[in-house]
């Protein structure tokens, strides 16, 4: 009862002290509330130095680029929060002193001075907290953790369908965990940067990598500029001073990482990952590489497998980029056509399509129009210039070799838009020396070759949907020009209408293009001492007159080639007889050619292809020195003179390709052929008719080749120096084998078409024999109507197969035994293509096997039999003994 008593008593107590401290505390907000507010001024101001102290703090962190840390931001919002507090606070005790209500405004408002009292406290404690609560801070801030890039990358691609299907691709093989390394490459000015961008946009987006960073290597390669780019966008605050020690902390960041993505843009050499830190060992899984780059090769050396290339814009998109750029002034009836033809001239460079149209977008029709002329003469229009031409500048700048730009300089000198001939880029290169350590044909051949894949993955020159040819962008070309014109050393100039060319721009010219339109004659007083090659060509074939002493003063000529003209005579060129090295007079309406094997006895190219000539004279055989030797497409071509083959020992190169050429009466040639037959290295030829005279030919030394044995039709020469070819028409198979030479070329070619060919029931049991054609990659057999099988060996290296009206074709493989089939199956590895068409009599790969296929179904189908005989025995069985069981079971209930 005590301990109630005691602990009544406490419980009355502590009940009273805080009914006391609470009625005092209440009491003090009614009357105190001056002094409540004053001491709440005076904390604020101390609140408020720390806040201005801490202000200049976080801007220092914040130039730094570091991310203010949550809880001190925090921390300012709740002391501005504040301050709108005591703001108000100050102005209610402003008026609480003036608006007095009791006794004639002697006495004060309780209830608003309680209130102010209260707040007052209140926000008192508050500033009081924050002021510890600023103690406590360690860290104002932190570095940046990887920036999202998306946001920093506001341009798109304007649905530009081709570069949204490429996206697509490349996101695509970015999800393939075997795919470590994609490279996109194209010319200066194409939009990969743009691309990529779009591309780190949409990965972003769907969450693909945790990280994505993206550095631009550009022409000299900075480690610790890209280094610290890396570890800038990772977040990564480096604290190394070596490259080996930054290289060490990336190195263990991306390790660590499960899915990042680094861009490298605009590469131009090879990148050492080890050296920048980045795990790229077969092992590693934790980085992808993605790189954009103007040079395929660059992208083969530093091994990628997966290479895309950004082409130039179709025409429709190149328009609808144009339209947006240039805005709605293209759609005016006055402007729409200049401003469809300005778009064209930009080649579908996204660069350079952007440029104009945004230059433009503002302008009248006599900005359009001048535009226009601007852009059709290659007088770098000034916009184009500045944006676009430094691009194409650069990629020349840092091409492999002096010979590299040389011949893009050759390249340059062909129109517009035009297909230029390899063959033609090589006589030029053969004639001007442009390879010192070269003097056959053959390797001349194979450095062109070699140039032009090297330049096309450069994207300096494209791919020609004519064979045999190559395509320069318009831009590109001007840019080749424009400095080859300025080069003191090669100067090179195209011309259009001869009239038209100032005199003094001859001078120091080394190369000249003459494109003509509506010249009748030539001027007879065209002097230029320095020209070494000289390239003529007509929009239309018209007779053109040459004055007799037009090359006086081309005394250091070494190339010369005239294409669709019309010569009735040609002049007197023993002026340059001494230096002319190539000599091409292609696609010309031409008389007399016999001055040709008078005054020019050093060349060693010549050239007549698809020209109209009617006799190969004499004369010709004065050219002793010749390699190259062209004929193609002279089928006007009836007789070639005695005596001329057999003077041209050093021949390396024969074209022979002429439709209707009467071999028979020929016999002379056909003779001195035999004899020069064994040197050549390059032929190509049609027989039309009899081909006997082939077997004494000895062709042994060839290289590439394209003959056609066929006295009816006519062939493309599509697939010549691209392959071996060798086409077999309207023959008797064993003529074929009797044929040595035959024999020698089917062992050699990589494309045999075997047409019309009759007594022939097997390809390979004489024609690919003891695997002595290694090299042969196309097959088609086409309208043979005793063909029975294919082979019977092995043509393990082919990569396509065409067979067509075949009659009496059973079987490809022809052997009894089914397992030595299988081996020949297994060796059509390489087979990509098979066309089958018209085979009514065809079986099947081979008969043994599907004999043998036919035998193990058999024993199967028995085996199945036996097994459900089995069953519905067992069946029968059950069903007795449940029959059987059932009837004693009534049996004992009816005796029951």
Known sequence: MECLTELAKEAVIKLGDLVVDSTVKHYKYLTQHKKITSNLEEEYKKLKRIKETLEIRVNIEKRKGYEIAPEVQKWLSEVTSIEIKLQKLLSDEN???????????????????????????????????????????????????????????????????????????????????????????????????????????????????????????????????????????????????????????????????????????????????????????EHEKSCKILFTSRDENVCLAMGSKVNYQVPVLFEEEAWYLFREMAGKVVDRRDINPIAREIAKECGGLPLAIVTVGRALSNEGKSAWTDALNQLKKSSSFSHVGKSVHPRIELSLKFLNSNVHQFFLMLCGLFPEDFDIPIEGLLNHAMGLRLFEDITSSWEARDRVDTLVVDLKRKFLLLDSNVKGCVKMHDIVREVVLSIANQNAEDRFMVQYNFKWIKKEKLDNINALSLILDDTKELENDFECTTLKLLQVRAQETKPIFWPEHFFKGMCALKVLSMQNLCIPKLPSLSQVSGNLNTLQVEYCDVGDISIIGKELIHLEVLSFAHSNIKELPIEIGNLSILKLLDLICCNDLNVISDNVFIRLTKLEEL??????????????????????????????????????????????????????????????????????????????????????????????????????VINMKNVTTKLLHDRQNKYLKYLKVDSCPNLEYLIDGSISQIHTLELNNLKNLKEICHSSHHHEVERLMTEFSDLVELELRDLPSFTGFNNATILNELNQVSKLLFLVVVVIIIIIIIIIIIIIIIINSSSLIIVISILI
């Open 655 to 756: 074209y022979l390709r002429m439709s209707n050429f009467p071999w028979k009466n020929n016999d002379a040639a056909i003779k001195e052929l035999k004899k020069i037959s064994h040197k050549l290295m390059v032929i190509e030829m049609k027989v039309r008719g009899d081909a006997n005279f082939l077997k004494e030919l000895d062709f042994n030394n060839l290289q590439k080749f394209w003959i056609y044995v066929d006295p009816y039709t006519r062939l493309h020469r599509s697939l010549f120096l691209e392959l071996k070819v060798l086409n077999l028409c309207a023959m008797d198979y064993q003529s074929i084998c009797n044929t040595l030479v035959l024999l020698q070329l089917v062992n050699k070619c990589e494309m045999l078409s075997i047409r019309k």
């Open 95 to 281: 008026k609480a002193n003036k608006n007095k209500k009791f006794f004639g405004g002697k006495c004060p408002d309780f209830a608003l001075n309680y209130s102010l009292g209260k707040q007052g406290t209140k926000s008192t404690e508050d500033i009081t907290s924050l002021k510890e609560e600023e103690k406590k801070f360690k860290d104002l801030s932190y570095p940046n953790a990887a920036l999202t890039l998306k946001d920093i990358f506001i341009k798109d691609i304007k649905s530009l369908m081709s570069r949204k299907l490429l996206i697509t691709e490349v996101i695509e093989k970015l999800k393939d965990d075997e795919v470590k390394m994609i490279s996109i490459c194209g010319m200066g000015g194409v939009g990969k940067t743009t691309l990529v961008k779009e591309l780190i946009k949409s990965i972003e987006i769907s969450k693909l990598f945790d990280d994505v960073v993206m550095t631009v290597v550009s022409q000299n390669i900075n480690y610790e500029k890209i280094q610290t780019e890396i570890a800038e966008l990772l977040g990564i605050e480096s604290k190394k001073d070596s490259p080996q020690g930054r290289a060490m902390q990336l190195f263990a960041r991306l390790s660590k990482a499960n899915r990042v993505l680094i861009v490298f843009d605009d590469v131009w050499d090879i990148l050492d990952f080890e050296l920048i830190g980045i795990p790229f060992r």
